[in-house]
């Protein structure tokens, strides 16, 4: 059974519980969304988990039994999504360390993902349901540009394996075809994950090969970045200046 319903602020779909309508109804939540509104992938990675956990430990993969799902828009960019099974459900609150032993361990990986991903998350195991809402990341560019003699990559956004790749090209980019002196211009970036600061440490490697005499420099790092440079060393291996603060 398979139940979809589209309105133009939010969808309403009832299924039986069966892994292979999981994913027929991610792939319709996807043509829902607007990737204009932001990173729809994080939303999807959610759902997926969030039906997964209906079915598998709600229901326990009883073909009789139904999971639904209401996904609405409550303003662009930002949704809130509740789904409902007729099990048990599941504890907010249980351990969420994936490296736990013990049968519950794929279980704790997901609600650790769906913790990581969601603005909120609150279950109402009375009414056999989870409500999660949710804010889509805005999507990086890393944009280079010639400014004032200097060469300045700027990333859009915080700086996650998503947009891994796009910031190594940008850096090497500046390495290999401009002969200016090169900045990283962190003014909008609040957050970078260890896969972009492996791609910065990686750079460093690179700029003692093949910089010659120019210099490289990060600038306008806010206080929570500069933290975390100081906490990996990056500090100590770079020319950083901080945001003034307002």
Same mark, same amino acid.
């Given at each position: 059974?398979? +139940? ?10 009832? *299924?039986?519980s069966?892994l292979? /309508?999981?994913? #027929?109804?991610v ?5 829902f969304l607007?990737?204009a ?5 994080a939303?999807?990675q959610? /759902?997926r988990?969030l039906? /997964? ?5 709600g229901?326990?993969?009883d073909?009789d039994?139904e999971?639904? /799902?209401?996904?609405? #828009? =409550? ?8 789904? +409902?099974?007729?099990?048990?459900g599941?504890?907010? $609150?249980?351990?969420?360390?994936p490296? *736990?032993? !013990?049968?519950?361990? $794929?279980r704790r ?8 991903l969601?603005?909120e ?9 989870v409500?999660?809402w949710?804010?889509?990341?805005q +999507?990086v560019?890393?944009i ?13 956004? %915080?700086?996650?394996?998503s947009?891994? !790749?796009?910031? #190594? $090209? !940008?850096?090497?980019?500046?390495l ?8 990283? %211009?962190?003014?909008?970036v609040? $957050?970078m994950d260890?896969?972009c600061?492996?791609?910065?440490l990686?750079?460093? +490697? ?11 420099q990060? =600038?306008r790092?806010?206080?929570? *970045? *500069?933290?975390?440079? #100081?906490m ?6 770079? =020319?950083i ?6």
């Open positions: 059974m398979f +139940r979809w319903e589209e309105f133009p602020d939010r969808i309403e779909c009832r *299924m039986s069966s292979h /309508l999981i994913e #027929r109804s792939e319709q939540c996807r043509q607007s990737p509104e932001g990173d729809t992938d939303l999807i959610i /759902l988990e039906l /997964l956990n209906a079915v598998e430990h229901n326990r993969s073909p039994c999971v639904s /799902l209401r996904l609405e #828009r =409550t303003e662009p960019g930002r949704f809130h999504a509740t789904v +409902r099974d007729q099990g048990e599941f504890c907010l $609150t249980e351990e969420t360390d490296r *736990m032993p !013990g049968s519950k361990s $794929t990986r997901g609600l650790a993902i769906v913790h990581a969601c603005d998350l609150v279950s109402a195991p009375e009414e056999g349901c409500n999660a949710i804010t889509l990341p +999507r560019r890393v280079g540009e010639e400014r004032e003699g200097e060469w300045i990559v700027t990333p859009g956004g %915080d700086l996650s394996a947009v891994a !790749g796009e910031f #190594r $090209t !940008g850096l090497l980019h500046w290999e075809q401009v002969q200016l002196h090169g900045v990283l %211009d962190l003014s909008k609040r $957050t260890s896969i600061l492996s791609v910065l990686a750079f460093h +490697r690179e700029l003692e090969l093949h910089a010659g005499p120019r210099s490289f990060l =600038t790092v806010q206080s929570r *970045m *500069m933290a975390l440079f #100081r990996t060393r990056i500090d100590r291996l770079f =020319t200046h901080e945001d003034a603060p307002a």
